[in-house]
């Protein structure tokens, strides 16, 4: 399970503060997470502060008392910047991943542009080579028709035999 400084705080019974401190330890270090610049902690992490700090459940809630007769109206206005600080961190984090997001679509996008310039191009010359072809056949019927009245053209020009020579001629 993992546990935010706030209910650290409140299960151990004191300030989060102080809970920050206990964090900068170098046996804590492995048993912190932050995820979008919130730091949890896990069980044993949890455990170590506890038996760092030598307490027990009763004497938690003295050692919070006792705290809170301490703590000043610095230290609460401190804790409140320390939280706004946190959101603002936050808000920038989330900024720059989603300006480099952003950034990372935009170079998709032209991308994707430069695809379909190419696509339109291939698909105008496809056409042409398409009218092209179809050219070439309506030439080539063109020029079988001007062989066949070629030929029918030559054949009128030839003498007609009769009916008799034809049959005797050959």
């Given at each position: 399970?993992?546990?935010?400084?706030?209910?650290?705080?409140?299960?151990?019974?004191?300030?989060?503060?102080?809970i920050?401190?206990?964090?900068?330890l170098?046996?804590?270090?492995?048993?912190?997470?932050?995820?979008?610049?919130?730091?949890?902690?896990?069980?044993?992490?949890?455990?170590?502060?506890?038996?760092?700090?030598?307490?027990?459940?009763?004497?938690?809630?003295?050692?919070?008392?006792?705290?809170?007769?301490?703590?000043?109206?610095?230290?609460?206005?401190?804790?409140?910047?320390?939280?706004?600080?946190?959101?603002?961190?936050?808000?920038?984090?989330?900024?720059?991943?989603?300006?480099?997001?952003?950034?990372?679509?935009?170079?998709?996008?032209?991308?994707?542009?430069?695809?379909?310039?190419?696509?339109?191009?291939?698909?105008?010359?496809?056409?042409?080579?398409?009218?092209?072809?179809?050219l070439?056949?309506?030439?080539?019927?063109?020029?079988?028709?001007?062989?066949?009245?070629?030929?029918?053209?030559?054949?009128?020009?030839?003498?007609?035999?009769g009916?008799?020579?034809?049959?005797?001629?050959?």
């Amino acid at each position: 399970m993992l546990y935010t400084v706030m209910q650290v705080s409140e299960s151990i019974g004191i300030s989060k503060q102080n809970i920050y401190k206990k964090l900068k330890l170098k046996e804590l270090q492995n048993h912190i997470i932050k995820k979008q610049g919130i730091a949890y902690i896990d069980e044993i992490g949890f455990n170590l502060i506890k038996d760092r700090l030598n307490l027990n459940d009763y004497n938690s809630k003295n050692f919070e008392k006792e705290e809170l007769e301490v703590c000043t109206e610095e230290t609460e206005e401190s804790q409140n910047m320390n939280v706004d600080d946190d959101i603002i961190n936050i808000n920038i984090d989330i900024i720059k991943t989603l300006t480099e997001q952003l950034k990372e679509k935009n170079i998709q996008l032209n991308e994707l542009n430069e695809r379909l310039k190419q696509e339109q191009e291939l698909n105008k010359n496809n056409q042409v080579l398409h009218e092209i072809k179809q050219l070439e056949e309506r030439f080539q019927d063109l020029d079988d028709k001007l062989l066949n009245i070629k030929d029918q053209v030559e054949e009128c020009k030839e003498p007609q035999k009769g009916l008799f020579k034809r049959l005797f001629n050959n």
